[in-house]
């Protein structure tokens, strides 16, 4: 079956980007090496990606903006079609996530605090906004970068009754139960003031989650209990080398699927760090960190089989190919790599040809 690859670029002139839309490309699962099929332009800043299960549909945010779209996938060669368009209530939406229904999308509106959910209809398009929840609480202590409420990030959790919200304004991860197409807060963890906690990532298998905290560099592991919608934080360390005496960012965090390892991003060293996990405890050791390839590595993400990570670097306009290590999940260098202007976001697709 054939695996395509959706790329978002940031594309605006204020963001000094140089992107052009969302580049489709066609993966070689032996090699990993990626093959243009098409650049839908004329977007604005599509800066986070998700996609239905069947990979027919796929939904972007547009940075800066106040808005989200929605697109048709064709099954025999994975080129988008535009479906439409609705506001999403607020600015600078920069994350999405699909309900298990796949019948309702969440977006976290960053400059706006707040939530914003979109009912979707059976063919995939996207109905006005049905809900919008304010995200409150003390800013953090930054004062350039928390001044008030910065959701970044909210997927569901594996259950897919709450939805997790990394707040980098207010130092803290709320949890909101979702049901019926509504969302009700539930909990929040508080995170070390000034952390700036950005985007998570759960253990396949355990009851685990991890949070990459942006301004200190920083990952959070946490206990995840489903029952309750409640986190419990049980370890922090650092995700930057011990060489490494600079100012840096961290910026993407995931686990493998096999879950022995975690990895994350980070801007200013420009690196991968690699961390163990512990089978038993979920306890996290740093064990490499690995130059990214390039300029200010915004994303990474995994194939799905775990065999190969691709960094996006946005600042070098480059996306970067790493081989994985099965049993470890250390990472080496392959010297592949792509041009593609201002990545920010890349998702696979194996959509399935139609009858």
């Given at each position: 079956?054939?695996l395509f690859a959706?790329i978002g670029?940031?594309?605006t002139?204020e963001?000094q980007?140089?992107?052009?839309?969302?580049?489709?490309?066609?993966v070689?699962?032996k090699?990993?090496?990626?093959?243009?099929?098409q650049?839908?332009?004329?977007?604005?800043?599509p800066?986070?990606?998700?996609?239905n299960?069947?990979?027919t549909?796929l939904?972007?945010?547009?940075?800066?903006?106040?808005?989200?779209?929605?697109?048709?996938v064709d099954?025999?060669n994975?080129a988008?079609?535009?479906?439409?368009?609705q506001?999403?209530?607020?600015?600078?939406?920069?994350?999405l996530?699909?309900?298990?229904?796949?019948?309702?999308?969440v977006?976290?509106?960053h400059?706006?605090?707040?939530?914003a959910?979109?009912?979707i209809?059976?063919?995939g398009?996207?109905?006005p906004l049905?809900?919008l929840?304010?995200?409150?609480?003390e800013p953090?202590p930054?004062?350039?970068?928390?001044p008030f409420?910065k959701p970044h990030f909210?997927?569901?959790?594996p259950?897919g009754?709450?939805?997790?919200?990394?707040?980098?304004?207010v130092d803290r991860?709320?949890?909101?139960?979702f049901e019926?197409?509504v969302?009700?807060?539930?909990?929040?963890?508080?995170?070390?003031?000034?952390a700036?906690p950005r985007h998570?990532a759960f253990h396949?298998?355990q009851?685990w989650?991890y949070?990459?905290n942006e301004?200190d560099s920083?990952?959070?592991?946490?206990h995840?209990d489903?029952a309750g919608?409640?986190l419990?934080?049980?370890?922090?360390?650092?995700a930057?080398s011990?060489?490494?005496?600079?100012n840096?960012?961290a910026?993407?965090i995931?686990?493998h699927?096999?879950?022995h390892?975690?990895?994350a991003s980070?801007?200013?060293?420009?690196?991968?760090a690699v961390?163990s996990?512990d089978?038993?405890s979920?306890?996290?050791a740093?064990v490499?960190?690995?130059?990214a390839?390039g300029r200010?590595?915004r994303f990474?993400?995994?194939?799905?089989?775990?065999?190969?990570m691709?960094?996006?670097n946005?600042?070098?306009?480059?996306?970067?190919?790493?081989?994985?290590a099965?049993?470890?999940?250390?990472?080496?260098e392959?010297?592949?790599?792509?041009?593609c202007?201002?990545?920010?976001?890349m998702v696979f697709a194996?959509p399935?040809?139609q009858?």
């Amino acid at each position: 079956m054939t695996l395509f690859a959706y790329i978002g670029s940031r594309t605006t002139r204020e963001r000094q980007a140089r992107g052009e839309g969302i580049s489709v490309y066609r993966v070689d699962p032996k090699s990993g090496a990626l093959d243009l099929v098409q650049v839908l332009g004329d977007l604005i800043n599509p800066s986070f990606l998700a996609l239905n299960r069947a990979a027919t549909r796929l939904y972007t945010v547009h940075g800066d903006e106040e808005s989200i779209s929605a697109f048709g996938v064709d099954p025999a060669n994975g080129a988008l079609s535009f479906l439409n368009r609705q506001p999403t209530g607020g600015r600078n939406p920069v994350h999405l996530a699909l309900d298990a229904s796949e019948r309702f999308i969440v977006v976290s509106n960053h400059l706006s605090s707040s939530l914003a959910v979109l009912p979707i209809d059976a063919d995939g398009a996207l109905q006005p906004l049905s809900q919008l929840v304010a995200l409150q609480g003390e800013p953090g202590p930054h004062r350039k970068e928390q001044p008030f409420a910065k959701p970044h990030f909210n997927p569901f959790d594996p259950s897919g009754r709450c939805v997790l919200v990394p707040d980098k304004g207010v130092d803290r991860v709320f949890c909101l139960r979702f049901e019926g197409g509504v969302l009700t807060p539930a909990s929040e963890a508080v995170a070390r003031e000034g952390a700036g906690p950005r985007h998570v990532a759960f253990h396949p298998s355990q009851p685990w989650m991890y949070a990459i905290n942006e301004l200190d560099s920083t990952v959070t592991a946490y206990h995840w209990d489903a029952a309750g919608g409640a986190l419990a934080p049980f370890q922090v360390l650092s995700a930057l080398s011990d060489r490494f005496t600079g100012n840096s960012r961290a910026s993407e965090i995931a686990v493998h699927p096999a879950g022995h390892t975690l990895y994350a991003s980070n801007r200013g060293e420009d690196s991968i760090a690699v961390l163990s996990i512990d089978p038993t405890s979920g306890r996290l050791a740093l064990v490499q960190t690995l130059p990214a390839g390039g300029r200010t590595p915004r994303f990474f993400t995994l194939t799905p089989d775990g065999r190969w990570m691709y960094v996006l670097n946005e600042d070098s306009d480059r996306i970067v190919l790493m081989q994985v290590a099965p049993d470890s999940g250390r990472l080496s260098e392959t010297g592949q790599s792509w041009p593609c202007g201002s990545p920010v976001c890349m998702v696979f697709a194996q959509p399935r040809a139609q009858g």
